[in-house]
């Protein structure tokens, strides 16, 4: 179990990706990234095999199983954008 990985986010591209696993190592929970199946939209059909050799397209955020729960405490912590604060 200790090497089993999961899925605790999804990025657009590999931009988010390193920001949402970089929240993440800041609060001390090892994650990395890889290329996710999802498309994004037309572009990602068009570009997306290209994107995925380079560093862009989708990134799924995968963290150790045994870290998911406070994975997904960190990130739902974490004010998204478009997010008000102070909205009530």
């Given at each position: 179990m200790?090497?089993?990985?999961?899925?605790?986010a999804?990025?657009r591209?590999?931009i988010e990706?390193a920001m949402?696993r970089?929240?993440l190592e800041?609060?001390g929970?090892?994650a990395f990234l890889?290329?996710?199946?999802?498309r994004?939209d037309?572009m990602?059909?068009?570009?997306?095999?290209?994107?995925?050799?380079?560093?862009g397209?989708?990134?799924?955020?995968?963290?150790?199983v045994?870290r998911?729960?406070?994975?997904?405490?960190?990130l739902?912590?974490?004010p998204?954008?478009?997010?008000?604060p102070?909205?009530?």
């Amino acid at each position: 179990m200790a090497d089993q990985m999961t899925k605790v986010a999804f990025a657009r591209d590999s931009i988010e990706g390193a920001m949402i696993r970089g929240l993440l190592e800041d609060a001390g929970i090892p994650a990395f990234l890889q290329p996710s199946a999802a498309r994004v939209d037309g572009m990602e059909l068009a570009f997306g095999m290209l994107a995925r050799r380079s560093m862009g397209g989708p990134q799924d955020v995968m963290v150790h199983v045994e870290r998911a729960e406070e994975a997904a405490a960190v990130l739902a912590a974490t004010p998204a954008e478009g997010d008000d604060p102070e909205a009530g």
